[in-house]
């Protein structure tokens, strides 16, 4: 099967400019989730959807990030306006239900300047 | 490809030895541990998996123990290859939740 995939895999954008990423899961996985890694730190959980409804936004880190998942296939995770501090990879993950078996998407290496 | 963090802890061991990562968690209510191998432009890549009712399951080459005790999650690689090189995370899962906590990771290098 496909895997997760991701685009853009880099994106360089200035400050105050706004982003859309976007994830495509495997298909027939209804479990989808948004993990970002920081400056190198670790892998932080940001949201889970489960199908089109969104399931757990608890790690979403303020209302400048905007996550849909548009009839519950891709999602898109829209930064707007960016900062500085919102540098890093931002990976997509999904599942298949009762699974906690994630598979990862290679991710998108995000530059605010 | 992904630049990892500069101050990551790391594992360096000659190729065909065996390698014992080691990670704490915090959460008693886990009930789910899972260590992923991240390779440089990457995302995370399954390894093995433990759920909190074992303490010790195996995989080719990989066996991961689990000390509900003293919170302790340890990943041994045995006849570590230059292949294995990579970042290595474990993960837990609380009770009641899909998401996952990561831990901040080790660097593990082989040395051929």
């Known amino acids: 099967e496909a895997g997760v995939t991701q685009f853009p895999s880099h994106s360089v954008i200035e400050k105050g400019q706004t982003v859309t990423l976007r994830c495509d899961p495997i298909?027939?996985?209804?479990?989808l989730y948004w993990y970002r890694r920081v400056m190198g730190k670790e892998i932080k959980f940001l949201l889970h959807?489960?199908?089109?409804?969104?399931?757990?936004e608890s790690g979403m880190p303020n209302n400048r990030f905007l996550a849909e998942r548009t009839g519950g296939t891709y999602s898109t995770l829209k930064v707007q306006p960016a900062e500085l501090e919102d540098s890093g990879v931002y990976f997509c993950?999904?599942?298949?239900?009762?699974?906690?078996?994630?598979?990862f998407g290679s991710g998108t290496r995000l530059t605010v300047v | 490809g992904e630049s990892v963090g500069l101050h990551l802890p790391t594992l360096s061991v000659q190729e065909g030895d065996n390698s014992i990562i080691n990670c704490a968690y915090s959460?008693?209510?886990?009930?789910?541990f899972i260590w992923y191998k991240q390779e440089s432009g990457k995302g995370p890549q399954f390894i093995i998996d433990?759920?909190?009712?074992?303490d010790k399951r195996q995989g080719q080459r990989v066996t991961v123990l689990l000390n509900k005790t003293v919170k302790h999650l340890s990943l041994q690689i045995a006849a570590t290859q230059p292949g294995d090189s990579a970042v290595y995370f474990c993960?837990?899962?609380?009770?009641?939740?899909?998401?996952?906590?990561f831990g901040s990771g080790t660097r593990l290098q082989v040395q051929p």
């Open positions: 993960a837990e899962k609380g009770t009641g939740r899909r998401a996952l906590t």
């Open positions: 959807f489960v199908k089109e409804s969104k399931q757990d």
């Open positions: 993950a999904s599942s298949r239900t009762g699974s906690y078996g994630y598979t």
């Open positions: 959460n008693s209510a886990s009930d789910y």
């Open positions: 298909s027939g996985h209804d479990n």
């Open positions: 433990i759920r909190s009712n074992m």
